[in-house]
């Protein structure tokens, strides 16, 4: 069964910080990988997607995949209290649906 | 462009009874994908709808049923209710439901479902 972990959080970091979050998956043969943010009562919100190794950055957001060691991260520069939310991960093999994990919930403290 | 919509926003049903939600697809694409998000849990697919037929499902019983319309708008039936069945309930629409790994899916904004 294809799992996607990650740490519930909270996940405190102060105004201005890098926020960290990870992500790990059990199916090696997951092609693509994407991050979506969750409000509080509301529906994911697409932020970015990752397909090969190495780094994607959009604007204060980057996006690190390791195919490897099955591990994807998203870095958050310059945080700022409107990125208090969930973050979900999300990992696709060819025409599957979506797998998310269970999301990590950031709190940025101003 | 129309992003994707839902409705209801809300809805309170008793166990036992029977709901159906709606789902009209972002303009231009022909593939819509159902999920059922628990609280404090990721999205859990349910199935995916791609030019009306269904295209894959994910571990719901039969009670779960949907359709697609020739608009690609869609449909989510659930049937005996349980209080489990609570949850929001997610549509999210992608161009081409056989575009690959690549692909990307756009939520709508949900419909919460309570069942008491």
């Known amino acids: 069964q294809k799992e996607v972990e990650q740490n519930s959080g909270p996940l405190s970091v102060p105004e201005g910080a890098i926020a960290s979050l990870n992500c790990t998956y059990s199916d090696r043969g997951s092609q693509s990988f994407f991050w979506y943010r969750q409000y509080s009562g509301k529906s994911p919100e697409l932020i970015m997607f990752i397909y090969s190794n190495g780094d994607k950055e959009d604007g204060r957001f980057t996006a690190q995949l390791n195919k490897a060691s099955q591990y994807v991260s998203l870095l958050i520069r310059d945080s700022q209290p409107s990125d208090s939310a969930t973050y979900l991960c999300a990992v696709r093999s060819g025409n599957t649906p979506l797998v998310f994990g269970k999301g990590t919930r950031l709190s940025v403290i101003a | 462009e129309t992003g994707v919509t839902q409705s209801p926003t809300h809805l309170i049903k008793t166990r036992g009874q029977q709901v159906t939600l709606r789902c009209s697809s972002q303009?231009?694409?022909?593939?819509v994908s159902w999920y059922q998000q628990a609280l404090g849990q990721g999205p859990q697919f349910i199935f995916q709808?791609?030019?009306?037929?269904?295209?894959g499902r994910g571990n719901f019983p039969p009670r779960f049923s949907g359709l697609q319309f020739p608009n690609y708008s869609s449909e989510l039936n659930v049937n005996a209710l349980e209080l489990d069945d609570s949850a929001l309930y997610l549509c999210?629409?992608?161009?081409?439901?056989?575009?690959?790994?690549?692909?990307?899916?756009?939520f709508g904004p949900g419909t919460r479902l309570l069942v008491l």
């Open positions: 303009s231009g694409h022909n593939t």
């Open positions: 999210a629409s992608s161009p081409n439901g056989r575009g690959g790994p690549q692909e990307t899916q756009y």
């Open positions: 709808y791609y030019r009306e037929e269904e295209n």
